[in-house]
């Protein structure tokens, strides 16, 4: 498992860390604004039916049952997986967030980031 991504503890997911969430906002196109990866109808129409389908894996829909205090970072000039994709997410999650927001990034991770991340999961651990 990718370290700094997600602790478990028991079976139940007590907190979580997520880096670069992709999958986000798949319509975002068709409402003017950057789409998630895999950048569904960037540069076609969609087909009938397919917007309903993709709306089932849109990280958007499951973003809304996240309960558990969550870290999220994401770096503001990513171009892989658009800000305006991931606070399509960010905002419907109704559990405790902290947003770690990196203006100078793009779709990596800086060692500072990494280590905000780890105290970020610490803390929880210790809590």
């Known amino acids: 498992m990718k370290r700094s991504l997600l602790w478990v503890c028991s079976l139940l997911f007590l907190f979580l860390a997520a880096q670069y969430p992709a999958l986000c906002d798949f319509a975002g196109y068709l409402n003017n604004r950057a789409g998630g990866w895999p950048r569904y109808f960037r540069n076609a129409k969609p087909k009938p039916g397919e917007i309903e389908t993709l709306a ?59 280590i905000a991340g780890d105290n970020w999961l610490r803390k929880q651990c210790n809590n």
Not at 70 to 98: E, Q, R
């Open 56 to 114: 089932y894996f849109d990280v958007v829909n499951f973003a809304r049952r996240v309960k558990v205090p969550g870290w999220y970072t994401l770096g503001f000039n990513d171009v892989t997986c658009p800000p305006t994709s991931m606070y399509a997410a960010y905002n419907v999650i109704p559990g405790t967030k902290d947003l770690d927001l990196y203006l100078n990034s793009g779709h990596w991770t800086y060692p500072e980031q990494r």
